[in-house]
């Protein structure tokens, strides 16, 4: 679901279902707490900047073919 966090290097078993706003962490995962609103906030904003320096490092490497 959105405004969840699964923490780097849990393993989520299938057919495991993350409700809204949780932080799971583990081997295997399970619900640590819930998010703040704050953290919930600071998820959409993280996502957001990943998603933009990513286009930005496409678009040089790109740029970086051309002169070669």
Same mark, same amino acid.
Not at 11 to 26: A, F, H, K, N, Y
Not at 30 to 53: F, G, I, M, S, W
């Given at each position: ?11 989520? %078993? ?7 706003? &949780? ?6 995962? /399970? *619900?640590? =707490?819930?998010?703040? %609103? ?7 904003? &993280? ?6 320096? /990513? *286009?930005? =490092? ?11």
């Amino acid at each position: 679901e959105t405004e969840s966090f699964v923490a780097a290097g849990a393993v989520v %078993p299938p057919d495991t279902r993350i409700p809204s706003g &949780q932080l799971w962490v583990g081997q295997p995962a /399970r *619900k640590l =707490r819930d998010l703040t %609103p704050e953290e919930r906030t600071k998820l959409h904003y &993280q996502a957001n900047e990943v998603c933009r320096e /990513r *286009k930005e =490092r496409k678009k040089r490497k790109w740029w970086r073919w051309l002169r070669l």
